[in-house]
């Protein structure tokens, strides 16, 4: 009997410790080693009668067998006996581990203390003791509770939970939403379900500390995980001083979307008065969603906006935008151009319904097939420009639109606004482009002008990549296209030297041949030759053409010689890091050929009906410098065995283009036979410096050899620091009596615009934007902002000033919780 008594009690010793019964038979001989001593009597094992053996061995059995095997499903030694507790509305159970367990057959509790984990999928009970109802699925969990879900983190002095429905008390509870780094905590919270809680005496901030910069107090609060909280008798604090008080407080906790109201946005302005915009966000399903916008404006009136969502899958998704205005106020002319109309327009605005849609789609078709769809209909010359700002200004919907579908809209003072369905399709060497492009000409819509704008109605494309020519020499290319023009009104009896304006079609095909070739390494002549026919068919052109069917065609030939050869030295340097320098130098000549087009003889659309007698050589520089710089390795490379040698070292490298320029100038041999003058086109240079990742530099300017004067200018430069100090200068001219490539007379400008900011320490900075017109001697544009950013909050103050309109503009930003202003 004393036997069985100290087997027993070192048998429950053995079962308590789960760190003992992993060692094995070690345990089983230190086990009979202590049983020698019985009652303070030393045992020898000579006198340890066999019977006596037999019995602690079979009794050992029996004890493994019956008590210590259900204590180690308990403990957790494998899968097979982690799952202690299966959740009745789940196929998953909850895995327990513990230092040491008891259980209660009459209640059915298992009682863990010691590093007590509980685990269910993504859902995490730690405490230091435990007591479990396996009839009912509860836990009392006490000292340094912790409850891990969906990344969150809940803790509390104790806990009494539902593990079923997911409901229970918390004392001295806090609650941490890890995406929003967000804080709350309370006396008592109260877990109304897996993402519902209430908390008595409760206060909410996204500040680490035990006195938060910000922090948000009330007597009762409620939230939703995704959905939203509120607050009663809500205070604000900044620090230990009480700022705002609200009887009743609503605001965001939300890690993906979901329907309800988002933070608003408010401002002032001249033009516009005090503004409010405040957003409605509705999650319709999993794929669609939209958002609805009042913007408020005590001088203009209320705006109405709709954004609609959509998203089949990566290539199949859409949004549609819309902004309507009953403007208080108009462009009619006198002190009210002076107020509500822009210097440099030209047109008034007498309308007071004023509008904004806007749309982009992309859909995959059968076959291979894409179709993409672009709106832009605007109501007036203005509206891009007075609301480029905001929610549903022109500078967020570019921004959008690029950013998801790749593809922006037109520059806000562009009046001719393009609409377009675009059906493609592309295969190895060729692509089909199937077009219905309509122009919205804003100003033209006005009553009284006559609308001549061009559309394509349709234009279809099928080209082809550079590609080999069966198994010869020669490559080839190709451009054809069909298209239909059209115009509401038409102008067949326009000024002198201006072509008629009609309606009409088109037919133009153009491929193109090369034979490259290239000797040795010194260098590479590609002759090729273009044949290009063109027909037209138009409805009312027979005063110019003498044709009773308003047919024609042309052909046209010409002729590429391209020569050029690649010249480059490697230099060894020594200079942080950079290890050797790469000069290249590629000499280029190209002469182009094409005879007289007779334009004049032909209906005028586009560039491609334009086509003026070319005999021109064209030579270009182009030196380029690249350096190569050893990087430190953090991470050592798998290497093939072969490779593993002491010797063998690996190395990485940067490679980075540090400098480009190239200078262009042509010489018109037509010019000089017709003793024409100035047969040398201005020299072009372009340039971009790249020496680090915080200096980059590009220009291009135009000389004219004849005037000695720059004709165009545009340069750049960037300077930045390790510490976020920036500044960006761009200096932009264009002299008189200059034309672009295709003849169009440019506007003379001349104008310089930066922007700098300055980081004053680690929390705040400084910035600034200023634009200037060195042609009219004005400022166009000048302001100064002053951000503060904390751990847990910001604060961004702007004040902008343009020639129509100062603003004040403002955003806080309670990190966690949203943020308000106007930017």
Wanted: charged share 25%; proline share 3%; hydrophobic share 35%.
């Amino acid at each position: 009997m004393q036997l069985l008594q100290a087997l027993l009690r070192y048998g429950v010793l053995f079962i308590r410790h789960d760190k003992l019964y992993k060692k094995g038979e070690k345990d089983l001989l230190s086990l009979y080693t202590n049983l020698k001593t019985i009652h303070g009597k030393q045992i020898s094992k000579q006198q340890i009668p066999c019977n006596i053996k037999f019995t602690f061995f079979i009794l050992l059995f029996l004890f493994l067998f019956i008590v210590v095997l259900p204590v180690f499903s308990h403990a957790g030694t494998d899968d097979s006996v982690k799952q202690l507790f299966s959740d009745k509305n789940s196929n998953e159970s909850w895995h327990i581990t513990a230092d040491e367990f008891n259980y209660d057959n009459n209640l059915e509790h298992y009682i863990a203390t010691g590093d007590v984990v509980l685990v269910k999928g993504k859902r995490r009970i730690s405490a230091d003791y435990a007591k479990f109802d396996n009839k009912n699925m509860t836990v009392l969990a006490k000292g340094s509770v912790v409850l891990t879900t969906n990344g969150d983190i809940i803790t509390g002095t104790s806990m009494h939970l539902d593990l079923v429905n997911e409901t229970g008390v918390i004392d001295n509870g806090s609650i941490f939403i890890k995406e929003k780094h967000f804080y709350i905590q309370g006396d008592k919270l109260i877990k109304e379900g897996e993402n519902e809680y209430s908390i008595d005496n409760a206060q909410l901030t996204s500040c680490n500390g035990k006195v938060p910069d910000w922090k948000i107090t009330g007597r009762k609060l409620n939230i939703t995980i995704e959905g939203y909280g509120t607050i009663k008798h809500a205070t604000l604090w900044a620090k230990k001083l009480p700022v705002v008080y609200t009887p009743y407080f609503i605001f965001p906790v939300k890690r993906k979307r979901q329907t309800g109201f988002l933070l608003p946005k408010v401002g002032s302005s001249t033009r516009k008065g005090f503004e409010y915009q405040q957003p409605f966000f509705w999650a319709i399903n999993d794929n669609t969603d939209a958002t609805f916008y009042e913007y408020y404006m005590s001088k203009r009136g209320f705006m109405n906006g709709v954004e609609y969502r959509y998203v089949l899958d990566e290539n199949s998704k859409g949004t549609m935008m819309f902004n309507y205005l009953r403007d208080n106020e108009t462009d009619t002319g006198g002190d009210s151009s002076e107020k509500w109309g822009y210097e440099g327009d030209n047109y008034l605005r007498p309308n007071s319904d004023r509008y904004w849609f806007r749309m982009k789609n992309n859909q995959k078709l059968p076959a291979g097939f894409t179709a993409k769809l672009d709106v832009d209909v605007v109501s007036d010359q203005d509206y891009l420009t007075e609301f480029k700002e905001g929610f549903t200004g022109y500078e967020k919907t570019s921004a959008y639109f690029t950013d998801v579908f790749g593809r922006s809209i037109d520059d806000y003072d562009n009046n001719e606004r393009l609409n377009r369905l675009n059906i493609s399709k592309s295969w190895t060497n060729y692509i089909f482009n199937g077009d219905l492009r309509w122009y919205d000409n804003i100003v033209k819509e006005n009553p009284g002008e006559k609308n001549t704008t061009l559309q394509q109605l349709p234009k279809l494309e099928f080209d082809g990549v550079k590609q080999q020519l069966f198994n010869s020499p020669f490559y080839f290319t190709l451009d054809s296209e069909y298209s239909y023009f059209y115009r509401l009104d038409e102008e067949t009896f326009v000024s002198e030297g201006e072509k008629d304006l009609v309606r009409g079609q088109r037919v133009d095909i153009y491929p193109r041949f090369y034979l490259p070739y290239r000797f040795d390494n010194f260098f590479t002549f590609e002759p090729s030759v273009g044949l290009r026919e063109t027909a037209w068919y138009v409805d009312d052109y027979e005063h110019t053409l003498s044709k009773d069917d308003g047919a024609i065609h042309r052909e046209l030939y010409d002729i590429k010689l391209d020569l050029s050869t690649l010249m480059d030295k490697v230099f060894d340097v020594n200079l942080s890091g950079i290890d050797k320098v790469k000069h290249s130098i590629k000499p280029q000549v190209v002469y182009e050929y094409m005879p007289d087009g007779n334009k004049d003889n032909f209906p005028y659309f586009d560039s491609i009906d334009d086509m003026e007698k070319k005999n021109i050589i064209t030579y270009s520089l182009t030196n380029t410098f690249t350096f190569r710089k050893k990087l430190k390795l953090t991470k050592k490379p798998e290497l093939p065995a072969f490779k593993k040698t002491d010797a063998y070292i690996p190395v990485e490298y940067l490679y980075q283009q540090m400098l480009w320029m190239k200078l262009e100038q042509s010489y018109d041999i037509d010019k000089e036979r017709s003793d024409l003058p100035e047969p040398f086109s201005s020299i072009k240079c372009e340039l971009t410096i790249t020496p680090f990742n915080y200096l980059a530099f590009r220009g291009d300017t135009t000389w004219s050899p004849y005037d000695n004067e720059f004709r165009t200018g545009n340069a750049g430069i960037m300077v930045s620091d390790y510490r976020g100090d920036s500044i960006t200068t761009e200096y932009r001219y264009t002299g008189d009596n200059v034309f672009d490539e295709d003849d169009e007379l440019l506007t003379p400008t001349k104008s310089i615009y930066t922007n700098a900011q300055v980081r004053l320490n680690k929390l705040m900075l400084i910035y600034g934007v200023y634009e200037h017109s060195l042609l009219e001697s004005k400022t166009l544009k000048s302001g100064i902002g002053f951000l503060y950013e904390a751990q847990c909050w910001s604060i961004d103050i702007l004040y902008t000033k343009e020639e129509n309109d100062k603003k004040i503009a403002f955003m806080i930003n309670l990190y966690g919780l949203g943020k308000t202003g106007n930017k």
